[in-house]
């Protein structure tokens, strides 16, 4: 009976410590969102940031794999019309006033031969070989735009949450020290608001670094296509297949 007593006589002088919690102590309502709203004014605006910082992340993934879808595929076609052979001429009239990358190229090289007068010479291929490089270049620029976002947000939303944190914590040391007590009703809410920022910031920098990379091997195969087409435009010029270039193509030039 001795060590029943001694537990029971330990658990009744425990219960005052308790009692003496004011309720105000209690924890809070520890959801995400109720530890948003509890939230400092600081850890809100980080939060909301980084939230931002997500959307425009997922919406750059939209809009780029659509238009590389896009771009890949009729980049595709093109290279496909360009190795069944045919002349430089036929590639420029299929190419018509295409906006795409190849129609571009093929532009490109046509106004580089009737500026030569169709003479097929060692310096007419580079300077079609230069025209084709910038023409790759401006391509390879324009298509890879807005990708540049996905790079910062992941290198910078963790450390942004990082800040929130910091902040948080040293708000709930100011709130022990004001409440005179080490209660972990005191510590915990504080403390978990401040770990959601951090939480946030990865949420927001993990996709980020994911779809930039991802974004980045779609485009390198992008520009390899590009590189293909070059190739097939320079190899009908070495065989002399220029056809009638249409002075027209000059103004049509990009």
Not at 16 to 35: E, I, V
Not at 136 to 162: D, H, M, W, Y
Request: proline share 4%.
């Amino acid at each position: 009976m001795a060590p029943a007593a001694l537990a029971f006589g330990s658990i009744c002088l425990s219960q005052p410590a308790l009692a003496d919690t004011p309720l105000s102590l209690l924890p809070r309502n520890l959801s995400p969102w109720g530890m948003f709203v509890a939230a400092d004014i600081v850890v809100k605006a980080v939060m909301i940031g980084l939230i931002f910082a997500s959307l425009v992340t997922w919406t750059v993934w939209l809009t780029k794999t659509i238009e590389l879808m896009t771009a890949s595929r009729l980049v595709q076609r093109r290279l496909n019309m360009l190795e069944q052979g045919g002349s430089l001429a036929d590639a420029l009239r299929t190419s018509g006033d295409g906006r795409d990358a190849v129609a571009q190229l093929i532009r490109s090289a046509a106004q580089e031969v009737a500026l030569s007068g169709g003479v097929v010479d060692d310096g007419l291929k580079e300077r079609i070989t230069l025209r084709l490089e910038r023409a790759e270049a401006a391509s390879a620029r324009q298509i890879a735009s807005g990708t540049g976002i996905l790079a910062t947000i992941g290198a910078t939303a963790p450390f942004v949450g990082l800040f929130g944190t910091v902040w948080g914590i040293m708000n709930s040391f100011i709130g022990i020290s004001e409440a005179h007590t080490t209660n972990l009703a005191v510590v915990a809410p504080g403390i978990a608001e401040a770990l959601l920022t951090t939480a946030v910031g990865l949420f927001a920098a993990i996709p980020a670094v994911v779809i930039y990379n991802h974004l980045a091997r779609v485009t390198g195969g992008y520009r390899a296509r590009l590189t293909d087409a070059s190739a097939q435009l320079l190899l009908l010029i070495s065989r002399r297949h220029l056809g009638d270039i249409p002075p027209s193509s000059l103004s049509r030039s990009d």
